[in-house]
């Protein structure tokens, strides 16, 4: 039986994983039902008319106007803001949603996808991140299949298939590129430019992903991510530093045993699989050459020149609030940075400052109090830095 997905909505589709996402549905025939995009209208302009979407959103209202102008004598519908970004989600014709957009905006979509019964292929960290108990609970209450597209996820995802029984792993191995300042001292990232930041030894990525990697914030969300994707605890969660990024996970069986998911650096292997599962297609990505590879090296992280592993791990200890904080803080943060309004240490000052501050959070139980929680810590970053 043929699982390929027949229609999807790809939020983010101008996006670094979007794009992909639509060179991965083209090469093997999926209909787009609709797209979504911030503000790269002419982009988004020329895969409407490629694909043919029912509907395309534009997050900045100004823009949708002008795309709404611009294809003017195509059928699709255009819609704006939040909402917008919810009706391409709930998008009729659509079996699918690829949640590729950055940040904490993917969450509502997210949810109104899984409302509407749609299968998630999850591209998007700070979803899971900021609320990951009432997005797990709603997937579970609509039968809705989560599919991750994060390498290292999916590589998690692809390694327990040759595990019958959950209950005979021990723990997860998550690898880790180390990013462009692996190695470096705490003295030595006091003077990193935006420049230096943004290049990635592995991975073609947008900017914030590519920040938060060289911060290894990313790993850290990865962990909290990872804790609601396979409901598992943080104490059974490692991170390993993998320079050749050809390892993108692992699991270790309880009698010892290592199974592991390798293959060349490209994220149209996880993109494609999520779309597909549990069948395999053939794909264009080059397969690995064992003969040309010299080495596959592992390292210790340096948890203390970089805290944001730690920062999360405790964030995901204590409770459903401080992963929250700790997401919205960092999103500022990265902004703030890219920006060249602050240092690129002062990203992790910051986050640790307003876990400070919101210690007593208490514990959201709706998308409202989410919400709520994000905005009050954006706004302290914003007045704080």
Request: aromatic fraction near 6%; hydrophobic fraction near 40%; glycine fraction near 4%.
């Amino acid at each position: 039986m043929i699982h390929l997905k027949e229609n999807l909505s790809v939020l983010g589709s101008t996006g670094s994983i979007g794009t992909q996402t639509l060179s991965v549905a083209r090469e093997l025939g999926i209909k787009i039902s609709s797209l979504s995009a911030n503000k790269n209208i002419s982009l988004l302009e020329e895969q409407i008319r490629e694909f043919k979407p029912d509907v395309a959103a534009v997050f900045d209202e100004k823009y949708a106007k002008e795309l709404k102008e611009k294809v003017k004598d195509t059928p699709t519908k255009i819609l704006s803001g939040t909402y917008g970004l919810c009706e391409a989600a709930r998008c009729k014709t659509a079996d699918c949603v690829v949640t590729a957009v950055s940040g904490m905006i993917g969450l509502e979509p997210t949810i109104a996808a899984i409302s509407a019964k749609k299968d998630i292929a999850l591209a998007n960290k700070e979803t899971l991140v900021a609320g990951g108990n009432l997005v797990m609970n709603l997937a579970s209450e609509n039968n809705v299949k989560i599919f991750p597209v994060d390498s290292e996820h999916s590589a998690i995802f692809q390694c327990m298939q040759g595990c019958k029984d959950k209950k005979n792993i021990s723990k997860l191995i998550l690898t880790a590129s180390g990013g462009p300042f692996f190695g470096k001292s705490k003295k030595e990232l006091q003077s990193v430019s935006i420049k230096d930041a943004l290049n990635h030894p592995s991975w073609s990525m947008g900017a914030k992903i590519t920040v938060d990697s060289a911060t290894m914030m990313n790993k850290g969300l990865e962990i909290i991510e990872a804790v609601h994707l396979f409901d598992i605890s943080e104490n059974n969660i490692d991170v390993v530093i993998h320079r050749e990024s050809i390892v993108h996970s692992m699991i270790e069986l309880m009698d010892g045993s290592i199974i592991a998911q390798m293959g060349t650096p490209s994220m149209k292997t996880p993109i494609q699989y999520a779309l597909t599962y549990p069948e395999r297609f053939k794909s264009s990505v080059p397969t690995l050459n064992f003969s040309k590879i010299k080495n596959l090296s592992f390292f210790e992280p340096d948890y203390s020149t970089f805290e944001a592993m730690n920062i999360c791990r405790e964030a995901i200890r204590k409770n459903a609030a401080q992963p929250i904080i700790l997401n919205a803080a960092n999103e500022e943060a990265v902004k703030l940075f890219l920006n060249e309004k602050i240092t690129f240490c002062e990203i992790i000052d910051a986050v640790k400052a307003a876990l400070d501050e919101f210690k007593n959070e208490k514990k959201p139980n709706s998308l409202k109090e989410i919400l709520n929680i994000d905005e009050a810590t954006r706004n302290f970053i914003k007045e704080l830095l």
